[in-house]
């Protein structure tokens, strides 16, 4: 039986002091985005699990709370605001209104049952820049992030990479970026040991993906001295990413307090072809 | 930059490696004290139990540790495992008196590792965890089979049990923190590649 | 299957012109409540649905959106707020920081199956001070009710009265109150066939319930012209509602934009006893 | 104020109960147009199917109204029912052919009253919502029994029928909405009071 | 053989083409009767609310029927439709009063339809069920839509109405059951083969 | 609140007659089945939902009562045998076993929210063979079909098609087909106007589905004359069928009492590939 | 996500070896229940948790998959037959047909997340009797469950004693006879002090409980010799069980194979009064 | 009979209380080997870690067996507990750093016990599940508290930590299974009545 006092895995009040401290937050990351242009959506707490299918890889799955709605349906409580933010605009944007710059927040809950330690509630708070191709947005976005981070009283080191690159390696490359364990036998590329010590360039990046090279190095010029590239910066699964992929941390703390990055084919999956890219922070 | 080193069996070794890697490791004095905590230049030593290790990494109270892949994957750590070491191998093994009935309730230190095992197995089993002395389960019936670590095999050979399938290969691993890899590449790095390089070093701890 | 572009009965994404709006509601009622001393609380957006049973009657339990949660447990979608402040912060709260002034905010999903013409969703925000039993914190949550009610643009009837007298007329006499239907043949107390020809007086209420006629004067010389004592304004159940219940209606469109009341016991439920009045605005 | 006359069989009753009221209703003359709105004074006349009725009311889309118990039931209908009419009053049964088989699936117009009526017997049935001549459905066996407002009970006669329950006693009411009822009371119970006077009344539509 | 016709406007001209199709169909004298079930030869004629045959028919109470294409679509009847008439065709229109508010509320006799014509236009609106005058409910503000038959458009004129969209075209339709067409196949394909002959006929109902 | 004598939608008890009378059915086709070789498997009440995914098609996945268990995954009560039997033994069966005779019973629930007069609780026994593709095979499932429903007491008409020559007719075509209303202008295949007049014959549809027509005279041949090869019983969707597929009517009550047909993919949809083919009577 | 072959905790095929062993106990259980005249019910495989809410303590919530229906009613997959059955049958019986001999078999699913090594699919086959609160009742149910284990190959040692004596020696007593530890400060009653010693006589509990004294004396006496009166084999909760409550476990395993005993109040909780006894068999 | 001796640190005390209670136990020197099963009479005696003591009594593979109620409440053990025994009693402590911060992490060998604690506490915390060492936690800052065994008390003074709550009175139970307490009733009782007497014997184990 469920005790007296305990809420539900991952959710509580926030009483009076710690409602003003998260007040306190959300208007400091509002007010600096409002002043840059960036309107809010509120986004629903509960969507169809259907629509989103085509994003699902393994685990993520099990990490939103879900349950079958009275028709039937499967429904999710909120557990990632960017592909929500895709679905809900897609559909009514116009080429004329592009970019649009857009912002959101609110809780989003995970089961993360086998992660350690994991904390399932989060406060998260997001913003994105839709239509916007150019490397110009990317620079900014990564300018954005850091100054957010700033505000928020962090030190912020902002690690970045293209995913493509890790695409265009192969399986066996990616594992080992993965790992970071190198095999050097041989059986790895060049340049995938390279990265792994540290010692790839962009010029050894073109030969393999020449258009993130270009667009890294594009970067790099306008991105502030709190990015780093790392080359070695990457995930098992893409997920819906498609060019650059950013994390934000604390140099502080050692916590990562913001991931983002590029995502053009997301808004096509709901409906409407449009270049997106944005970042989420997350707050607990 | 806190480092994790394991209490148990791998305890020499690693320290050996990173004492080859050019770090200024605690030595047998030290070690001979009660103290689990050593101070050594700007390298924070701890000392935990050897399935406590990825534990203290995934949360950031530690940068860097050894962890074998067998705690590393029964707590699914997510930490960057850089280096593979060669010493302290052994297998995870499926074990069972010899005639043993079909595997339907296996005794384990590794419970999660088990479950995946059996799943992909398609082998619906009860797993029945334990603390230790594994082996003894199947001898005294608890469970028809057990899932344990082998080294030599000495242990299955006096229980007189049989090996039946090999579940894992597993060794131990260098594990680094996400965060300070992030945040202190360079440095991590370093580290990493020096202990690439003395990996395969028999060096002993030298005493001053 | 879940049409590619429907969501859950419900909800539904605000997209910017509606966020902004939203917000500009939302900023009027929150200045308007902080300015007056009351701190706002966050509330989860689940709980589980057993602490509630002693308040649960009959439909309401169909109202929410429930689910079993991964430890077994059933878990509903907030659909009423009071009750979850009160949950909340009964745990917590000393004599000594009585009384308390608190606000919140947020949306509530209710799956009114049956309702003619329901809408599903709806964003409230209410207001209520804890730890004050006095006729004061009565008169003065109908001023606060009305100001926000005017801050919202409406014209605000305030329509009150006391739970306990229907309580104290038996259960033919409240039916009849409830459906307005009187039985003029004699099988009613004189005074519930008063009440409903508008005749009854608070002397005619003073035997039946002296408590509540007293009250009921001493708040009608307080209160603003716009709060009218309407003794036939009796519901089927009173809720968790003790004394006096009110509701607010836009004389304009005449539909009721917020209801609210006195619950001196839903404290103690909830394991500390405390006096409480608030009220709940419902923005569709 | 917007008053909801039901155009069926209880439009002239009604009519002549507002008229008896002291209210200025439409007569013969407009119910020969086919207009279905008519001002008369400060009041808005709208005919609307008897069904409809509980629906505009419920709305707001009227603030007063006429309906049979049955539609208020079947719509769950929140008004107020300050005055119940003894015009037009009759009974819901549940009807079926002699010697029919158990209950198994029942046609009706009314699928939420019969859905309440069988559950409170505890009988489990399928429902089957008909648009109209329900007692056809028992004589060509789409389904067992009907559940149907029986007046004179002719219909039931004629299809060789027997009533086997009554489900409810149905009279119509005189609906009031919440809204208006507690924005303008006084006015609201004047009209009310007028009514219950008017109640019993005989009086047919007086042609000017 | 049972065959279900619909009482409203299709009445005549659903049975003018089956006598068209050599069938004995009931006659006017006999349609002067308040009877609804008259036996033809081998066949059974019943005369039902048009909303009701496509009920009849999926049940199995009846063999064939002829329905609108509104009413087996508002019940998901999955009867076979073998032919399309080309009589009493007419269009389920989205209307509403001129400078109407986004849709958000519409009122309908068809609320399933409604509901997928409004999740296939990603409409979030309520629904209103009503049972008729639907015109009305924009024109009182009951709803700011409706969605309705419209066959000459004169309802939606007199009303001040305005056409926004076509939610449907309709057409009557024969309908019939499976257990029939499988059973007896090929006295059924006989008769559709016969209706869809005399289908353009104009033939009127000979009196004897 | 549920009634308190209320069962769940789609399910009640048995009590000692109408037991009795489900146990002699079920009796007297198991006899009959075991007394042909078949074995008899037990399937479980629930099953995941995802591994039938590439079966389901729009509305099937409302058919099930479907919820989320504690492991996060969503689950659905058995709402159809088949696929079941399929998923249950494919992994065990080896080459050497077969053919395998099996057979199955057990309640399904479906909820058939928007059918008109859906009966949701049905109870179903089937049988199949697995391993044999032969046309023998077919024709001894119609004849096991037919003594069945004898044993049941009806009089079995047996309808038979071959889901592939559909196939092969186009879009337009399946839909005049489905809906049984043929466009005489010409925009329709000669073969199908022929099929829905009842003239086509197998050599009409040899040009098109020269395989389906061979294989279809070998059954005619070997069927009982209660078997009635009916080229027009066309379905809007094959679901899981691949070869013939076939419905047992009543010729009393003209209601359809069983349905089946080869599924000869099905198997190695679920790891091993394997010929099929089965039908399921279902008992109100 | 699932694994391909994985099926939901608690829930897994029979193939044909396991289901014709399955088969085989079944069929000797019913035979023999049958040739006593006992008649089977089939009970549905879900029902509503509202209704059996009253016999609801504790832990027993969680034990069953519980989920909420499209009605948005709380329903759970059977996890105990016998209240299934008084609820199933109370509504229809009238005191003519009694007394009642049923008997009813099935699954049923517990989700014992917390139990060691508890298996969470079981296969239940269980009798009572209903109406009849004779000794003689009781007698025969032990003789009945005895015969039934050896029928399935045990050697039944019957533990059975009566649930009121507990009840009449207070909390503290209880506590110690379930934990077994005995204060010897004499803060117990003697009775309970015996009774774990197992020196207690029915002449000691008469006193406390005479009428419990006296039925299990007269039991003794028509019990056969695998039946063992424990005065110390009490629990922590009675739940529905009023009179006797007995354990069978087989001697060469030592494993607990069945529980019953009377329930004499249950039937009057859905409807109708009626006295009965019965128990299960559990076959893993 | 099959009874299970804790390995740990009740190991000595508990044998030495069978031996007072009149059982043939294993002496030293049978300790001094690594058998961990051994025959004497009747009895086999088992030798298994303090946490599987539970575990093998709640599945019968022990009749008998010696636990502290950290592990059997840890456990959920549903063994008779007959004997509380006087040696080796301990607390589980809620433990911290002074000035630790509100409680939002804590690092247990007892995940169960911690979360029925913080439950009923109201506490809302992560707790991080360890293997030893459990105060290092707390020093380290993996966590602000640690819950954890207490009985001198020297590790929380040599960690600088201090104690904030008792969590539970620790004492060892003999533990007895159900099945072989139901079906061999009297021989277990026996048991349990000489352990009683036994119980506050300071007998050590006699040499032979």
């Known amino acids: 039986m469920a005790n007296k006092f305990r809420y539900p895995t991952g959710v509580r009040p926030l009483l009076v002091e710690e409602a003003a401290r998260r007040k306190g937050i959300e208007a400091r990351f509002a007010a600096r985005l409002e002043s840059d242009g960036f309107d809010e959506v509120f986004l629903p707490i509960i969507d169809y699990v259907e629509p989103y299918a085509p994003l699902r890889h393994g685990a993520a799955a099990n990490q939103s709370y879900r349950f079958v709605d009275r028709e039937g349906e499967l429904v999710a409580i909120r557990s990632d605001f960017t592909p929500m933010v895709a679905r809900a605009l897609a559909p009514t944007i116009a080429e004329a209104d592009l970019p649009l710059r857009i912002f959101y927040r609110g809780d989003v809950i995970r089961v993360e049952a086998t992660r350690l330690g994991a904390n399932r509630e989060m406060f998260q708070i997001g913003a994105e820049i839709i239509g916007d191709a150019s490397v110009q947005a990317d620079v900014d976005v990564l300018r954005l992030a850091a100054d957010l981070a700033r505000a928020a009283g962090a030190t912020p080191v902002i690690v970045y990479n293209d995913v493509s690159i890790a695409n265009s390696l192969g399986d066996d490359a990616r594992q080992a970026l993965v790992s970071k364990r190198v095999a050097r036998d041989g059986s ?72 983002g990055g590029r995502y053009d084919d997301l808004y096509a999956l709901f409906g409407t072809a449009a270049a997106a890219i944005g970042f989420t922070f997350t707050v607990e | 930059m806190r480092i994790a080193i394991p209490k148990g069996r791998l305890l020499e070794k690693s320290l050996a490696t990173f004492a080859a890697a050019g770090c200024d490791v605690p030595d047998e004095a030290d070690l001979a004290t009660r103290k689990l905590v050593f101070h050594r230049g700007n390298v924070e030593w701890i000392l935990v139990k050897d399935c406590d290790v990825p534990v203290y990494v995934e949360h950031g109270a530690a940068d860097v540790g050894v962890a074998g892949l067998d705690q590393i994957l029964e707590h699914n750590c997510t930490a960057y495992q850089p280096v593979e070491f060669d010493f302290g191998r052994c297998q995870m093994m499926l074990i069972a008196a010899p005639g043993a009935p079909p595997l339907t309730k296996v005794a384990t230190k590794y419970p999660r590792i088990a479950r995946r095992y059996l799943d992909g197995r398609v082998i619906r089993a009860d797993i029945v965890p334990l603390g230790g002395s594994v082996e003894l389960a199947a001898v005294l019936n608890l469970t028809s089979h057990v899932i344990d670590l082998v080294e030599t095999g000495e242990t299955v050979r006096v229980h007189k049990l049989e090996i039946q399938d090999v579940v894992a290969e597993i060794s131990p691993r260098l594990i680094v923190g996400r965060g300070i890899y992030r945040t202190q590449t360079k440095r991590v790095r370093d580290l990493i590649a020096r202990i690439e390089e003395a990996k395969n070093a028999t060096v002993s701890i030298q005493l001053p």
């Open chain 1, 188 to 259: 790895l590329p060049d340049l995938a040991v390279k990265i792994l010590d540290g010692t790839a360039t962009l010029d050894d990046v073109r030969e393999f993906a020449p258009l993130a090279a270009d667009r890294l190095a594009a970067i790099a010029r306008g991105a502030g001295s709190e990015c780093l590239l790392q080359l070695d910066d990457v995930d098992s699964v893409a997920g819906y990413y498609t060019g650059i992929h950013f994390r934000v941390y604390d140099a502080d703390t050692r916590k990562r307090i913001a991931e």
